[in-house]
């Protein structure tokens, strides 16, 4: 039940203050919210889909790279 009632409110309170229009701590999205992501799918019980999202971020990664595009 805490989980229930605590995911939301520190979603809300993460997206107040990094992800939302006047956030005062703006990110970028990158590296950041990928890993974000997977590590948020692993802790959700999807470890395979965990490790899919970081091979397809390790492979657009080296796709920019070797095409000498920086992301």
Do not use: F, N, Q, Y
């Not at 990110?27 to 470890?47: C, D, I, K, S, W």
């Amino acid at each position: 039940m805490l989980a229930g009632l605590g995911a939301p409110l520190l979603i809300g309170a993460v997206w107040g203050t990094c992800c939302s229009p006047k956030a005062r701590v703006p990110l970028t999205p990158g590296r950041e919210v990928r890993r974000a992501g997977g590590l948020l799918l692993a802790l959700a019980g999807h470890p395979l889909l965990a490790l899919g999202l970081v091979v397809v971020w390790a492979v657009d990664r080296t796709m920019l790279t070797r095409a000498s595009h920086p992301a």
